[in-house]
């Protein structure tokens, strides 16, 4: 069963702080995925990788593939960073690969 | 940017309508996806689409869901026969290739009353 486990679930941080979001999935896949959701509720692609590191401003993600597990770091921290943050898993497989969602991790920043 | 776009972005619909919601896709995108998220719950799969046909769908995806690409451009998930549990946030998302970023819509937020 594919299963994709977020943690922590809700994190509050001071504005400045280090953020570091974990992720842990059960199959093999083909890609992961890091989303943003806001409080609208609309979806924002932060990053696909499928192995290494990725780094776009103020965000890093990485991925241990032999670990099943990838982490998502946000530095200097700012309020505006507040939203939920999701990690996806592709699966590896011929037609269109689906994305298997985790619950999320609500983030909120204070000033 | 290239974008998604949904509509509508809300709709309201009395038990036992029909729906239809619409997604325009990045022109060229190939594989085309619907999801749901349930108020306060994770998103969902529905159902893909590529090369004109349902590539896979979920347990969700049962007789009363259907999708098409009626026009070449615009993908469409029609709900039959509404029901309260229904009401969710639907999502369509788009990708070029397989193992691609994805592009998702705003979403449309469905009240089934």
């Known amino acids: 069963k594919n299963e994709v486990e977020q943690s922590p679930q809700n994190l509050t941080a001071q504005e400045g702080e280090f953020i570091t979001i974990n992720c842990s999935y059960s199959v093999g896949i083909s890609a992961l995925h890091w989303l943003q959701q806001h409080p609208g509720g609309g979806i924002v692609s932060l990053f696909m990788?499928?192995?290494g590191k990725k780094k776009h401003g103020r965000l890093i993600a990485t991925i241990n593939i032999q670990e099943k597990h990838s982490s998502l770091h946000i530095t200097a921290s700012h309020p505006r960073d507040s939203a939920v943050y999701i990690c996806?898993?592709?699966?590896?497989?011929?037609?269109?690969?689906?994305?298997?969602f985790g619950t999320g991790t609500r983030l909120t920043v204070i000033p | 940017e290239p974008e998604v776009t949904q509509t509508p972005s809300h709709q309201v619909t009395q038990m036992g309508q029909e729906v239809i919601l619409r997604c325009v896709p990045i022109?060229?995108?190939?594989?085309f996806y619907w999801y749901r998220q349930i108020l306060g719950q994770k998103v969902e799969f529905l159902v893909s689409?590529?090369?004109?046909?349902?590539?896979?769908k979920s347990e969700i995806f049962d007789d009363q869901f259907s999708v098409e690409r009626p026009d070449g451009s615009n993908f469409t998930l029609k709900i039959r026969s509404t029901k309260l549990e229904d009401s969710a946030m639907y999502f369509c998302?788009?990708?070029?290739?397989?193992?691609?970023?994805?592009?998702f819509g705003q979403g449309t937020r469905l009240t089934v009353v």
């Open positions: 689409f590529y090369n004109n046909e349902i590539s896979e």
């Open positions: 990788l499928s192995s």
């Open positions: 998302a788009t990708q070029d290739s397989r193992n691609t970023e994805a592009f």
């Open positions: 022109s060229n995108h190939l594989y």
């Open positions: 996806a898993s592709q699966r590896k497989k011929t037609g269109a690969n689906n994305l298997f």
